[in-house]
């Protein structure tokens, strides 16, 4: 493993993805990575992905990752949690990677909508922007919906404003209502990148 001391989770991130692509498992990074490429960079100790496959396949990747040194964890969310199943990988300094599986409302075609991130010498899939203020304004926190703002605000490519639209439908009508919020905030700020066809 990369790693060498506490503060590099994006490090044991760059190892798993190692393991993912051996495994044939699409992934899109997710969390505050995520942020920092769509918006605004912010500290994190953890580095977050979710994954393509099933719950189901878990346990065979978790034991790709063991094989590999990794030290794992596999939790199952219960009836209410939005998210399926987490898989959690640490290293030997408590650095962290959180594999999500499952997140209710999120659309399976984000994986083909990633942007790919050259990081260490390697190149990254992150989720892309629609997907990712999609994401954020499910959340709800004041730190996602700062996020989702930040990325909107700085859109350095013109915005799927319909696409969106349908990717925060999918969460729900809460997420949909607090998308419909923040764009009416911003709309003067949006005006020039977004593209309503």
């Known amino acids: 493993m990369r790693t060498r001391s506490s503060g590099e989770s994006a490090l044991l991130?760059?190892?798993a993805v190692q393991i993912l692509r051996a495994d044939h498992v699409d992934y899109a990074i997710v969390g505050a990575m995520a942020a920092s490429v769509h918006g605004v960079i912010r500290a994190s100790r953890d580095a977050d992905a979710l994954l393509s496959i099933s719950a189901?396949?878990?346990?065979?990747?978790?034991?790709?990752?063991?094989?590999?040194?990794?030290?794992?964890?596999?939790?199952?969310?219960?009836?209410?949690?939005?998210?399926?199943?987490?898989?959690?990988?640490?290293?030997?300094?408590?650095n962290r990677v959180d594999l999500l599986v499952g997140i209710r409302g999120f659309d399976p075609a984000a994986f083909s909508r990633t942007i790919e991130v050259p990081f260490e010498?390697?190149?990254?899939?992150?989720?892309?922007?629609?997907?990712?203020?999609?994401?954020?304004?499910?959340?709800?926190?004041?730190?996602?919906?700062?996020?989702?703002?930040?990325a909107l605000e700085a859109a350095q490519e013109p915005l799927d404003l319909a696409l969106l639209g349908q990717l925060a439908k999918r969460y729900g009508p809460e997420a949909a209502r607090s998308l419909d919020e923040l764009v009416h905030e911003l709309r003067g700020n949006l005006d020039s990148g977004l593209d309503r066809d």
């Open 13 to 15: 991130l760059l190892d």
């Open 56 to 94: 189901p396949a878990l346990p065979k990747l978790e034991r790709s990752f063991r094989a590999a040194g990794f030290r794992t964890e596999l939790r199952h969310g219960d009836a209410d949690d939005p998210i399926t199943a987490v898989l959690a990988l640490h290293d030997e300094f408590e």
């Open 121 to 150: 010498g390697e190149s990254l899939q992150f989720v892309g922007l629609e997907d990712f203020v999609a994401m954020k304004v499910f959340a709800g926190g004041p730190q996602d919906l700062a996020d989702a703002r930040n």
